[in-house]
């Protein structure tokens, strides 16, 4: 797996020339307060890369039986989820992870719930593709029939030129690179707290979520500890993100003592027993379409993480629990406010936005046999 990974990887980075006519500038959907995410210099982002990377995302013939896609994981009604709590791959092959919400995935300086070396979505796209543990869309070793499929249906046989002028055809290299430029053109910033806090809208919140915004940027609670900035958590790259590689945050919130070997945290990576059960702090932009919630979906609902921060974790005992994690007493109504702000960061223009949604016709090869959630 490693060796398939690294060869891959090789072939995902080598650098091509781009061609005039695919260089025009993608019109990035942001606000003036929003700056845009760091694009890879040898990946520019074109109207016609996006799309070619939308119609790829949405074809299960990317996987080896011709059943799983991107979004078989990734539901835009969900915010990019999948409302499992861990995933499901070919052969109903089910993972040791929830799917994270794609939104704004862009902005993110690391990717995926706990390996630090998950940088671009380039690269993060070979493991749904081609990773072996757990097998996902289990395309490995079968390569040169999954591209033949793309190549032999006549969408791909423009789009691919119109994307690649140089490298007009279907292949490790134009695949991820077209997957990856959808991918970063899924942004979210248009919720009703968007609208209140940077919109100029006073009446965009209702009472009871102006009280939760209130109590979650409160020392009582230390939520903005993690959940901080413009995405709600401490990890955070931008154009204008002075530390170059930008910001990353991993925590043990206290879930499990000791953690599974199946997802023991950052560890397995790092080899540090202080990374033991810490994962990348998620995101809480949609958190309300997001469920069910941790890195093992092992909380159902909003008012169980809520539940879980304010006893200090369930497993309390752990050596490497983060120390932010110490409990809270909270009132009924104070977690009714709470759950009200959290709700008020869901952005309905994300989740109804055409140009995200599937473009396959129903009964077309690429989602005719596509399992969903």
């Known amino acids: 797996m490693r060796r398939l990974l690294q060869t891959a990887a090789a072939s995902v980075w080598l650098a091509v020339a781009v061609h005039p006519a695919a260089a025009e500038t993608f019109v990035w959907p942001l606000p003036a307060w929003m700056p845009p995410p760091v694009v890879p210099g040898d990946n520019a982002m074109t109207a016609a890369k996006v799309d070619l990377g939308r119609h790829l995302f949405y074809d299960a013939r990317l996987s080896a039986d011709g059943t799983v896609a991107c979004v078989s994981c990734h539901v835009q009604e969900r915010a990019f989820t999948d409302g499992r709590p861990t995933s499901v791959g070919i052969d109903g092959t089910t993972g040791h992870l929830n799917a994270p919400s794609l939104a704004n995935a862009a902005y993110l300086p690391v990717l995926t719930w706990a390996n630090p070396h998950m940088t671009t979505l380039e690269f993060q796209a070979l493991v749904p593709l081609f990773g072996e543990a757990p097998v996902e869309m289990g395309g490995a070793g079968r390569e040169v029939e999954i591209f033949a499929r793309l190549a032999a249906d006549p969408y791909y046989a423009t789009a691919f030129a119109a994307a690649f002028p140089e490298r007009p055809q279907p292949d490790l290299f134009t695949v991820t690179r077209a997957l ?21 809208q006073s009446d965009a919140l209702s009472e009871a979520a102006q009280r939760g915004e209130q109590l979650f940027f409160d020392h009582r609670l230390e939520c903005y500890h993690c959940h901080s900035g413009i995405h709600f958590t401490n990890n955070l790259k931008t154009i204008r993100t002075s530390t170059g590689g930008g910001e990353a945050g991993y925590h043990n919130t206290g879930l499990h003592d000791p953690y599974p070997d199946a997802a023991p945290g950052l ?34 609902d909003l008012r169980g993480v809520l539940e879980h921060y304010a006893r200090g974790g369930r497993a309390g005992s752990h050596p490497q629990k983060d120390g932010m994690i110490v409990g809270f007493e909270v009132s009924p109504r104070e977690v009714d406010d709470l759950i009200a702000f959290l709700e008020s960061l869901k952005d309905e223009t994300l989740i109804h936005n055409p140009a995200l949604a599937d473009p396959w016709p129903e009964d077309h090869p690429a989602r005719a046999r596509r399992v969903m959630p």
């Open 180 to 200: 990856a430029a959808f991918q970063r053109s899924i942004v979210s910033v248009a919720s009703p707290y968007d609208r209140f806090k940077y919109g100029g």
């Open 267 to 300: 560890i397995e990576i790092t080899g540090r027993e202080a990374d033991a059960g810490r994962f990348r702090t998620p995101s809480l932009r949609n958190v309300a379409l997001t469920a069910p919630y941790m890195h093992d979906g092992s909380i159902p």
